[in-house]
């Protein structure tokens, strides 16, 4: 039996706890990665309790990766860069339709998403931690986005070969960094490379977060 902590939702579909909404995310069991309960998004990154996220990388036909730099306001990371878009699913909602919504009220962009990549990773942020699981989507952006300026403050356009004008960058964009190819994500957003998301494993403990 899983022992939940204080704040939890006991199940994410019985009915008998208040309806879940965009300010909690999904709890995931870490040995089977099955949704166990929904918590407040803040809470559940103080505890560093792991959970469903989704990612989204949005590049052009150069494979320049678009950013975004967070809003000034945000809880955590504020007026980093980052990948274009980040956020959770919400209870019941499919990964592919948290992007899709998430991609729209950040940037206005309804851009075609590719499943692309499974990252597990942990990472502290200022006083929170990030423990999650995240499902990466990968699209080819075609169209100027309309930045939300209460999500974010500003896009860019990452040149493949210079990184460094926008160090320090998230800690899950600086990963990704890292973990994926440019050129494996250009083919990937035009439609040149298929087969299933790559499953990059284990949890991948970030500087101090251990």
């Not at 103080?46 to 052009?60: E, T, W």
């Not at 050129?183 to 500087?207: I, S, Y």
Request: charged content about 20%; aromatic content about 6%; glycine content about 6%.
């Amino acid at each position: 039996m899983t022992i939940l902590p204080r704040g939890c939702a006991r199940t994410i579909d019985d009915g008998r706890q208040p309806r879940p909404t965009a300010r909690d995310v999904v709890l995931l069991d870490p040995a089977t990665d099955q949704p166990i309960a929904t918590m407040g998004k803040h809470a559940a990154h103080q505890a560093g309790l792991y959970h469903a996220a989704i990612s989204v990388i949005l590049v052009d036909r150069a494979g320049r990766q678009l950013l975004q730099q967070r809003a000034f306001t945000k809880y955590h990371c504020r007026g980093l860069w980052s990948n274009a878009c980040c956020s959770h699913p919400m209870a019941a909602e499919t990964s592919l339709a948290a992007a899709q919504r998430r991609l729209f009220d950040e940037l206005r962009l309804r851009t075609p998403l590719t499943p692309l990549a499974r990252v597990r990773y942990k990472a502290r942020v200022g006083q929170l931690i990030e423990h999650e699981r995240v499902d990466v989507f990968v699209g080819l952006c075609a169209t100027q986005p309309r930045v939300n300026p209460r999500e974010c403050a500003g896009v860019a356009w990452m040149p493949r070969a210079n990184h460094t004008a926008f160090e320090p960058l998230t800690p899950w964009s600086a990963l990704y960094l890292d973990l994926f190819d440019p050129e494996w994500l250009r083919a990937c957003a035009l439609g040149l490379e298929h087969g299933a998301p790559r499953d990059f494993g284990p949890v991948r403990v970030l500087g101090d977060a251990g």
